[in-house]
């Protein structure tokens, strides 16, 4: 039995999707009416972090686990290990992120990732990290300035990113969850070429075959439209990221998905092209 925490979130959602079918599947979430995966033997149990009772239902009897935490400054991944072990899981593979690797990045999400992997490493269990890049999916942020006004806002809009396609990540979580050998294996995760902000913009427009504009956000309205959707600790701790990005420290490219998936890791234009109905 494998458990599937985040599976109603971007890459959590892929990895059930995944293994319903062939894969005895069990599935953590506080929102069951969206975990709705097809297959012979997928179960769902409500509860979450916070609930230990949830927690241990959902644990018992389960050999591998994918996790993901999105609470920043919350202890979510020791209470779901404390659990794991409890119930006797052999294996975790947590969603991590690439930012743990660079030294010059301190902000309050990436110390807060290093803290949940050095408790993955020292929870006793088998682990596999994976380190992904920035998500394409992050562009979905934009659909709706590009619905009602054909404009793309961004910070930085020349500085690269080798941004990775969701689904990628979740192909090498279910390598990861049902091949042998990934125990204490360590994958940063790109895509296959970094892009900028302005390239991601014609990407669109051309999927979507209509004009957009590009507008250069500044740091004051960047902030401000930061502040709009997060607390203000997370929206400097963005601001921090972006400012890594534009020094440079996002462009490499890696060949994990490549090398563990045995084809190219997906583009930018294919994963605009497989969602333009999000931006339309
Ligand atoms: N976005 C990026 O560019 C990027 C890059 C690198 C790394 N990451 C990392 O990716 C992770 C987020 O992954 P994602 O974007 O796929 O997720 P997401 O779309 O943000 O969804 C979050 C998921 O976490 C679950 N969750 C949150 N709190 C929970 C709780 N208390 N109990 C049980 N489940 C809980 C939610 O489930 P329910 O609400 O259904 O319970 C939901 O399925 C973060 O750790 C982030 O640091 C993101």
Known sequence: MILVTGA???VGREVARLLAPGRPLRILTRRPELATFQGPDV??????????????RALTGVRAAFLVTNQVGEEDDARFIDAA???GVRHL??????AVEDPEADDLITRWQRENERTVRESGLAWTLLRPRS???NTLSWAPAIRSEGVVRALHGESANACVDPRDIAEVAVHALT???QEGRVHALSGPEPVTALEQTAVLSKVLGRPLRFEELGPERARSALLDRYPEVIAEALLHSA????????????????????RPARTFDTWAADHAQAFA
Do not use: I, W, Y
Not at 93 to 98: G, H, I, M, P, T
Not at 245 to 259: E, H, L, T, W, Y
């Open 243 to 262: 400012g890594r990005q534009r020094a440079g420290a996002k462009a490499r490219v890696n060949s994990a998905v490549p090398a563990l998936l045995g």
């Open 8 to 10: 109603t979130g971007t």
């Open 179 to 181: 091949q042998d050998g």
């Open 135 to 137: 998500f394409m999916s």
């Open 43 to 56: 179960t769902v149990v409500r509860g979450g972090f916070t609930d230990p009772e949830s927690l241990h």
């Open 85 to 87: 072990r409890a119930c």
């Open 93 to 98: 593979v947590k969603l991590s992120a690439a």
